[in-house]
């Protein structure tokens, strides 16, 4: 049989990195994620054998000992990994973003600092922009720096951050005051700060509060948390870049790259939640014959694997944009919203082949089903997206007349 979601024009390197990626999967990851998200355990086993491949450092250069591999080869990577188990891309994900921030917009001595050991993944990433009050609407952020001497003093609220206990790295977005008098637009007077920390939970480093992790209904066994900045102090070399102000900027320069993160996500996903539905209805005999011979299943399949294919394609088309260097927010944005939705679907559809049965824990689409609405949210949710998507065509296609 011919496998869906296969990428055309992949070097030697390549097919060997993803092959690799999917046999860990394969026998890592498929036969003990269910029971592991189920007791919402931490997959420590795997996060080492991940870190042994080498794939904390899948995209950061090689001068940092990282293997430098492209947007694309790293997007593969966690689509592979997504259809293990989605909570244990999300443990790369936000690893990758701080990762791609820093070699995009870091000092020579932040990049020094952080990069070689966020490579081995003995440094991990977790970036911080949501807060209680506010997701879509960044412009909104309350969480303030002020200076003082050679130091920020930070105060404020952080929300749902992934990875926020297990990280030993915060990217976190605040206001900053300073060189920017009052009347600046929102988006330029943000800024970066990077903050280390102990991992963990309670008060990680004075000042700073991670409280315990946020009860979730799936994208389990990954911790996601608050995180409270109370007179925390940081030395002003640690502001990203070096220059405050910046920060929107260079925050949306690492969600457009995780946009195509959970587009591969949502491709991962719905990929397995096909597998699970071709599977079971070739095993499911009802009025004398399988399932999978009624024509009401075989359009459901049918319907399926056109998305899985729609879906990949676009993601990689995303990848590829960013890798080659234009811009690509609006693929981006497209990838991450038909893939989002395609794979809730696709999980559905394939939760509604297994009958009563996909309603028991004892099957893999129960966790799946769980699983895929995160992707709607995360990132910016499909009503962001749409309105990304529709601002960048009305650029496009501007009406001349
Ligand atoms: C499990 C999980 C992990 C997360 N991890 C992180 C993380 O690591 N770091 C981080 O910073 N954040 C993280 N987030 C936060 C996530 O990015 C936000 O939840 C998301 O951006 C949506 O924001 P919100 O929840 O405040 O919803 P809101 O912004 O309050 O939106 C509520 C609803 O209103 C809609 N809406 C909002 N504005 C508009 C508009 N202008 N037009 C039309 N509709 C609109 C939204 O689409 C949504 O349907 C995570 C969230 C979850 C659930």
């Known amino acids: 049989m011919s496998r869906l979601a296969q990428t055309h024009g992949l070097t030697d390197v390549q097919r060997e990195i993803l092959s690799t990626v999917r046999d860990f999967v394969d026998k890592e990851i498929i036969p003990v994620a269910t029971e592991?998200?189920?007791?919402d355990e931490y997959p420590q086993d795997i996060v080492d054998g991940l870190k042994e491949l080498g794939l904390f450092g899948l995209m950061i250069p090689e001068e940092y000992g990282g293997l430098g591999e492209s947007l694309l080869t790293y997007a593969l990577c966690v689509e592979e990994i997504a259809r293990g188990w989605m909570s244990v891309s999300g443990i790369i994900n936000?690893?990758?973003?701080?990762?791609?921030?820093?070699?995009?917009?870091?000092?020579?001595?932040q990049k020094d600092h952080f990069l070689p050991r966020m490579a081995a993944g003995d440094i991990r990433g977790a970036f911080s922009m949501s807060e209680p009050a506010l997701g879509s609407d960044v412009s909104a952020i309350s969480s303030k720096a002020v200076r003082d001497g050679e130091e920020y003093v930070l105060n404020g609220q952080k929300m749902w951050l992934t990875n926020g206990g297990t990280?030993?790295?915060?990217?976190v977005l605040v206001k900053s005051d300073e060189g920017h008098p009052e009347g600046t637009a929102p988006h330029k007077s943000m800024t970066t700060f990077l903050v280390e920390k102990e991992p963990g939970f309670g008060e990680v480093r004075p000042g700073l509060t991670i409280p315990g992790k946020i009860d979730k209904m799936g994208y389990k066994g990954v911790d996601t948390t608050e995180l409270i900045m109370d007179?925390?102090?940081?030395?002003?070399?640690?502001?990203?870049?070096?220059?405050t102000g910046r920060g929107f900027y260079q925050m949306m320069d690492g969600v457009e790259v995780g946009r195509v993160n959970v587009a591969a996500r949502g491709c991962?996903?719905?990929?397995?939640?096909?597998?699970?539905?071709?599977?079971?209805?070739?095993?499911?005999?009802?009025?004398?014959?399988?399932?999978?011979?009624h024509q009401a299943i075989q359009f459901k399949l049918a319907e399926m694997a056109t998305k899985v294919e729609a879906a990949h394609a676009m993601m990689v088309n995303a990848a590829r944009k960013k890798d080659s260097g234009e811009r690509n927010d609006l693929e981006a944005g497209m990838a991450k919203y038909l893939a989002s939705e395609y794979c809730k679907e696709v999980v559905?559809?394939?939760?509604?082949?297994?009958?009563?049965?996909g309603f028991s824990k004892e099957y893999e689409i129960e966790r799946l089903y769980r699983e895929a609405p995160m992707l709607l949210i995360g990132e910016?949710?499909?009503e962001i997206q749409k309105m990304i998507i529709g601002r960048r065509l009305l650029e496009e296609y501007r009406f001349q007349g």
């Open 380 to 382: 910016g949710t499909a």
């Open 348 to 357: 559905e559809d394939a939760f509604r082949i297994h009958g009563g049965y």
């Open 167 to 171: 990280s030993s790295l915060v990217a």
């Open 268 to 293: 991962g996903v719905a990929q397995r939640a096909f597998e699970l539905g071709v599977r079971y209805a070739q095993q499911r005999h009802t009025f004398g014959k399988q399932i999978a011979q």
């Open 36 to 39: 592991l998200e189920h007791r």
């Open 94 to 109: 936000t690893h990758f973003i701080v990762a791609y921030m820093l070699k995009q917009h870091g000092t020579r001595e």
């Open 231 to 243: 007179g925390l102090r940081i030395p002003a070399n640690r502001v990203l870049g070096g220059v």
